[in-house]
């Protein structure tokens, strides 16, 4: 009979106290998310551990009304503004598992030993950036080491810059940095291993390759960067940019069953479903097959956070009213793991 999925979901909810939709991640797509459902309505949960991938980041770029926030700032009004809805809770934990419920959805288990239950799921739980082993590394990322010229680049345009790596994402990232008028040395720690086609963008554009060994990095943050290479000579530059690996700030989606794309990112449908029914995901820690890697930029985190949202409610308002999902279906594994 119509409904009648809807109707058993509600009645499980409502007799646990339950949510509409819990949100692994608290970061721009999960806040947006949240805002977006708030104002349906919709009963939801934000669980958030506190660790943003640009905590160390002194300012947001690129995001329309919010070109050089104070990302905390940011994270901080978001918060605030979601106080205005009462039908969203936010918790200072992670979500520790989940695991399908009985009569539908899903059993959330939180770090601080709480459980809820959920009609649907939205993983916005990020990416941590891994660096290369080059000492210093870590105490100028985000304030003198960068990874993304879209982010950083309009700081440091025209200004003397070093790329580290020797790969063709080394070199794209040089060639990304020359357009803006920037003197470019790309530190390839070693034998340049970019392709000819790379090799000849570098010489085109002139950035300058240097493949002595890079032996330690260090700097006054926000001023100069110093890499100190071998055989015993030191290069002073502006900012120095890395193309770095990511892996998954969580492994929920792993044990969610979710299919991964070959670089580790969890495979979405254009609308945000990954491929397990009633699982979404939104920002960095995902992608579409078509996207060539995760995007890192706020603006777009929010913006997926959003889209997914509108998804999500409009999932469950055809299961509630038609008895079904309607045309909204999970995306189709492809080439994941």
Partial sequence: MPGSVAQEEEHVMAQSGGYDVVIAGGGPAGLNAALTLGRVRRRVLVADSGQPRNAPSAAVHGFLSRDGADPAEL??????QLAAYPSVRLLDTAVESTA???GGGFEVTLADGQTARARRLLLATGLTDELPGVAGLARLWGCGLYHCPYCHGWEVRDQPVAVLGGDDA????????????????LAA?????ASDAARDGLRAAGVRVCEDLVLAVDGEPGKYVRLSLSPGWTLERRALFVHTAFRQRSDL????????????????SELGQTTVPGVYAAGDMCRTPAMPAPAAQVVMAAAAGARAAVVIDQEMLFTDSYGGPGRLAPARAS???
């Fill in 75 to 80: 994270r901080r009004i978001a918060r605030d």
């Fill in 100 to 102: 399908p419920a009985g």
């Fill in 170 to 185: 080394a070199a794209h990232l040089a060639l990304s940095l020359a357009r803006l008028g920037c003197d470019v040395v």
């Fill in 189 to 193: 720690g070693g034998l340049l291993a």
């Fill in 253 to 268: 989606a792993v044990r969610l069953g979710c299919a991964l794309l070959d670089d580790g990112a969890v495979e979405v």
């Fill in 335 to 337: 080439r994941g793991r």
